[in-house]
């Protein structure tokens, strides 16, 4: 058992204000001026030639500026973002569907507690193909949205319950609040699988302070084991249950007060995130250390636990932690990338770092205005939108002086090099003007002269067209 909490820490106040979107999100592709799109910055301070390839999925949330599913490059520029003008999104990330590649997201409100929402599949068009509700009458909840091989979906659902909670000093007529994995077959929408906390964890596992309704299990994470069954956390129990995907009981517990394993000391971890088979009898934990209710350890970290199923006992293979002793309250993931690198999301901090095998930083970046992001992800992604590119043009200054201001915008497009600007007299009278490097998904382009029209085209790096926008009128 670990010991108790030492430090109080305040609480986080995880907002989210409208509904998500329902069906096919008809707003995709609305927000494409250069007024309407305001992606969130990605300060980046420091980055290597040894970073693993990709882009950076975030899904910035709860700061000042917007919020919403964002794509990002090495040096921190927007590549495509979708504000959700009402909610915010989560778990956003690259999946397989159908044998291809998709983007994948929870939208909706109440993250964090009793949270309703829906879950969201997009092609490389960015033209959401599918979604996927929770059944028998819950809600999804946003911690978990995973597509497995057989076309399912794993995701979580908090559900409050009455419940006598007199066992663990609570009020007798209270309510829990019951962890709920189920497994949806997204062709079709039907429950193939569900498993509730309650029928196979007691309140008094847990070690979260009594209220009502008693969060005592918060599902956080669901993942696949090497064997196929399911790995579910309770971060509330600091365990890790080991779960049969088709009888539902638990197999074994990892950590907590019930554990089937003996844990080494500097193996045991606390309000965890994140868990997932790194390997057969391997795990990987974001071990949070500590939540809104206090901390056990100051500091935040990656952890790899090696189960010998022979004398049941776990011990740590591997740990990651943050030069700068980072200690995150909530969320948080990792995630292996191809190279060997680990890819380390901060929660609450919204911040995101790379470490290589040997456990070097090599890439360290944060968002602005306070925002965070629930996990944060790299994937290689080659898009291109559905939409053409657009433009704006503003003219300014007095006779020889005169310059015209041009924003080029194609929102997810990841094959731009460069972009061309066309101006002239008239729409049919247009000569290029200007070729400058892309500069992320709203590119700042000056010529100097005031033009009357101008068009954009959008130039792969050997100099192929990708698109063009329609002729506009400077202002």
């Given at each position: 058992m670990r010991v108790s909490l030492i430090v109080v820490v305040s609480a986080l106040a995880l907002s989210a204000t409208a509904a998500g979107r329902e069906g096919s999100v008809q707003g995709m592709h609305r927000a494409t001026s250069a007024t309407a799109l305001h992606a969130p910055a990605l300060v980046v301070y420091r980055r290597s030639s040894h970073d693993a390839p990709g882009h950076i999925f975030l899904a910035p949330k709860g700061g000042s500026g917007q919020q919403g599913p964002e794509i990002v490059d090495d040096r921190g520029r927007p590549v495509w973002f979708d504000p959700t003008n009402g909610g915010e999104a989560d778990d956003f990330r690259v999946q397989s569907y159908g044998g291809n590649p998709v983007l994948t997201w929870w939208q909706g409100t109440g993250f964090g507690s009793l949270s309703n929402g829906t879950d969201y599949i997009a092609d490389n068009s960015y033209h959401v193909i599918a979604t996927v509700h929770a059944g028998n009458g819950l809600n999804a909840d946003g911690h978990e949205f995973l597509l497995t091989p057989q076309g399912t979906a794993l995701i979580t659902s908090y559900h409050e319950v009455p419940y006598d909670l007199s066992s663990v000093g609570g009020p007798q007529d209270g309510q829990a609040v019951d962890g709920v994995v189920q497994e949806i077959d997204v062709s079709s929408g039907q429950v193939i699988f569900e498993w509730h906390s309650l029928d196979h964890v007691p309140l008094a596992d847990s070690y979260q302070p009594i209220d009502s309704p008693y969060d005592y299990f918060h599902v956080n994470s669901v993942s696949l084991d090497t064997d196929g069954n399911l790995l579910i956390s309770g971060r509330h129990t600091w365990t890790i249950y080991k779960v049969d995907r088709h009888s539902g009981q638990i197999i074994w517990r990892l950590g907590g007060k019930r554990s089937d394993f003996s844990v080494a000391a500097n193996a045991q971890?606390?309000?965890?995130?994140?868990?997932?088979?790194?390997?057969?009898?391997?795990?990987?934990?974001?071990?949070?250390?500590?939540?809104?209710?206090?901390?056990?350890?100051?500091?935040?970290?990656?952890?790899?636990?090696?189960?010998?199923?022979?004398?049941?006992?776990?011990?740590?293979?591997?740990?990651?932690?943050?030069?700068?002793?980072?200690?995150?309250?909530?969320?948080?993931?990792?995630?292996?990338?191809?190279?060997?690198?680990?890819?380390?999301?901060?929660?609450?901090?919204?911040?995101?770092?790379?470490?290589?095998?040997?456990?070097?930083?090599?890439?360290?970046?944060?968002?602005?205005?306070?925002?965070?992001?629930?996990?944060?992800?790299?994937?290689?992604?080659?898009?291109?939108?559905?939409?053409?590119?657009?433009?704006?043009?503003?003219?300014?200054?007095?006779?020889?002086?005169?310059?015209?201001?041009?924003?080029?915008?194609?929102?997810?497009?990841?094959?731009?090099?460069?972009?061309?600007?066309?101006?002239?007299?008239?729409?049919?009278?247009?000569?290029?003007?200007?070729?400058?490097?892309?500069?992320?998904?709203?590119?700042?382009?000056?010529?100097?002269?005031?033009?009357?029209?101008?068009?954009?085209?959008?130039?792969?790096?050997?100099?192929?067209?990708?698109?063009?926008?329609?002729?506009?009128?400077?202002?």
């Open positions: 971890f606390a309000w965890q995130h994140d868990a997932a088979a790194a390997g057969t009898n391997l795990l990987r934990i974001f071990d949070n250390e500590g939540n809104d209710a206090g901390r056990v350890m100051p500091q935040s970290r990656v952890i790899w636990l090696q189960l010998d199923p022979g004398n049941m006992s776990a011990s740590l293979t591997k740990t990651v932690a943050h030069p700068s002793g980072y200690a995150v309250p909530s969320q948080g993931n990792a995630q292996a990338l191809g190279n060997g690198d680990t890819l380390v999301g901060w929660g609450a901090l919204g911040r995101l770092s790379e470490f290589d095998s040997q456990n070097t930083l090599l890439f360290d970046g944060a968002l602005t205005g306070a925002a965070q992001t629930y996990r944060a992800y790299r994937f290689t992604w080659s898009a291109q939108p559905g939409t053409r590119p657009t433009a704006t043009a503003r003219r300014s200054g007095r006779k020889r002086h005169r310059k015209t201001a041009v924003h080029a915008i194609w929102n997810g497009a990841t094959g731009v090099a460069r972009w061309q600007v066309a101006a002239g007299r008239s729409p049919r009278r247009l000569a290029v003007a200007r070729t400058v490097p892309w500069q992320g998904l709203d590119t700042a382009i000056t010529i100097a002269r005031a033009a009357r029209w101008i068009q954009v085209a959008a130039l792969d790096s050997s100099g192929r067209v990708l698109g063009r926008s329609k002729p506009v009128r400077a202002r």
